[in-house]
């Protein structure tokens, strides 16, 4: 008795095209726990490489060093290389995926990312803007001879408070903090929120920045946020991203 074309069809789901999404999924992090993800579209669809959607949820994934504790995604009209990935060749997309979702992100895993390059020369950057304001405005040194030290945040209800050691070209280091809100603006911009100069991390009250007030990261056109939350335990962001094929 031979299989039916659905049958075979989907036997190429399950035994080729889920594992190469899955392989795919695992090398574009570090580190991915409790990865799962389903599949729709029809059986035609899926043979001429085009993917309706894919949901994926994972927990603990590491993404260029960035920790994140939760996420949920959608991806819809993903076109892939099929034809290629039964001859064994690794999975590529071939067109630019839309992905929706949300991240949760907790207080561990943000100070574990403040060791990653990326979230590191980010936030020393940052510090400089924060140290040249016209209300602090600490530094007469350059930039490249500025160092910091343990930096860590701590999450509040609807702000975080960003503490470091500026360590001097003698070595010496000095407290700084800084505690501020979060808006999003345009989608793609992450605005201060009320910063305020701290005389420690545990003080209640601090010295407003007003000159850095509404100062504006931007997260870059192919990022969409919808919502972003912070409490003491957790940052929650929910939004979308384009995904952008690598070259080969």
């Known amino acids: 008795m031979t299989d039916s074309p659905s049958a075979k069809s989907s036997r190429i789901l399950s035994s080729v095209l889920t594992p190469a999404l899955r392989l795919w999924l695992r090398s574009q992090v570090q580190q991915i726990d409790k990865l799962e993800l389903q599949i729709a579209g029809g059986d035609r669809q899926l043979l001429g490489g085009y993917v309706p959607r894919v949901d994926v949820s994972a927990e603990n994934a590491v993404y260029q060093g960035l920790h994140l504790t939760q996420i949920r995604l959608s991806g819809t009209n993903i076109r892939v290389n099929l034809r290629q990935i039964l001859r064994g060749k690794p999975l590529q997309l071939l067109e630019v995926v839309p992905v929706v979702g949300e991240t949760m992100i907790t207080e561990a895993d943000l100070n574990a990312s403040l ?6 020369q980010a936030v020393s950057e940052f510090l400089v803007t924060l140290l040249r304001s016209g209300e602090a405005d600490l530094l007469d040194a350059p930039a490249d001879d500025l160092n910091f030290d343990q930096m860590r945040i701590q999450l509040g209800a609807g702000q975080f408070t960003l503490s470091a050691n ?21 989608g793609h911009q992450l605005q201060l929120d009320q910063p305020q100069w701290l005389p420690h991390a545990q003080a209640k009250r601090g010295l407003p920045l007003k000159d850095l007030d509404g100062w504006t990261i931007d997260l870059g056109d192919d990022v969409q946020l919808e919502q972003l939350a912070i409490d003491p335990e957790k940052i929650a962001c929910q939004g979308r991203i384009n995904v952008i094929p690598l070259p080969e």
Do not use: M, N, Q
């Open 166 to 186: 500026l360590i001097s070209v003698s070595g010496t280091p000095t407290a700084i903090a800084i505690r501020t809100g979060l808006k999003v603006a345009d």
């Open 115 to 120: 060791r990653s390059p990326l979230l590191s």
